[in-house]
């Protein structure tokens, strides 16, 4: 990924600083032996001065560097690095992702990210509640991505999920200018950036902040898992799917007992649970019939037996019965069925 060794690079950087503003910078971002890195008050107690006396020697050691003759020395060393953000994300990359794709040894990423702040090619935008630390080399492209992924995010139904294809389309239409510029692993990158649009364990993308995509519990699991089968499960079902898919144990009588507390189910039969959303409605097969009757007037026996199977799965015999409550309905002289009363 990287040509150079940054260990070397930042060591004689920081040797054209006087020893308290090296000491400071090594401590800040942690480029010494211990990788830690330390707050400006922990090293103001270090030298018994203030944390804003540390920031202004930070920024001294930083511009120094910036000045001297060695930061001349490796202006390809800053060059290549520029390269980098532009191969993988287009001039506009998220810091983690950055990070992850140069290198996993955490020594090696604090010689980086320091590399990153003192090169002048770079910029840094910090963590907001919609994105999080990128940086960028192309501020008209960083602009353009930012404004398309609040677009994106707006698109988006609280509880929907689409697809990755789906996603991706979104995006390019907010990029027209620059999407046919660069690849779909570039504009999955880019998604990154955003705190906004997340997706969930099935790669199913949407609304960062809802349960389908932060997935926490049981119920959170349960619920991808029924929507991926596509028709009604029975709670065993869902519970064995929840461990082969997710690796999570999920007991039977809890996953039971979480399906029927969360309205995104319902139950349509003994033991099987469908998503509201595909259009079932709650309650046992009486309140089923006395909305369809309430919905569609008088009907047929067929064509009340007809419309129950759509809501839940029962026996034929189970609605006619159901459809004896006098209480409830009635049947008129043409041999329809009403709601009584």
Known sequence: ????????????????????????????????????????????????????????????????????????????????????????????????????????????????????VIGNPFYRSKENANYGHRWFTEKKVAESVEKALRAVYKSLNRDELVSEEEILNRFRNELIE???????????????????????PLGEWGDAGSPNVRVKGIRDYAYLVVKRHGSPMHFREVAEEIQKLFERKAHTATTHNELIKDNRFVLVGRGLYALTEWGYSAGVVKDVLRDILEQNGPLSREEIIDKVRKERY??????????????????????TYTLAG
């Open 178 to 200: 620059i999407a046919d510029n660069h690849d779909e692993t570039v504009l999955k990158r880019w998604l990154q950036i955003s705190k906004d649009i997340a997706a969930n």
């Open 314 to 335: 029962v026996k034929d015999n189970t609605i006619v019965v159901n459809l004896q409550d006098a209480n409830l309905f009635k049947r008129l002289s043409n041999g």
């Open 1 to 116: 990924m990287i040509s150079f060794k940054p260990k070397q690079v930042t060591k004689k950087l920081l040797s054209a600083l006087p020893d308290r503003a090296r000491d400071v910078l090594e401590k800040r971002y942690g480029l010494g032996k211990d990788s830690d890195t330390q707050t400006l008050e922990s090293i103001g107690q270090t030298y018994g001065i203030t944390r804003e006396r540390v920031r202004q020697i930070e920024n001294y050691g930083i511009q120094s560097i910036q000045k001297s003759d060695v930061y001349l020395e490796f202006e390809e060393i800053f060059n290549e690095l520029k390269e980098v953000i532009g191969s993988l994300g287009g001039g506009l990359i998220a810091e983690q992702v950055l990070l992850d794709e140069i290198t996993n040894d955490q020594s090696l990423r604090n010689h980086i990210y320091f590399l990153l």
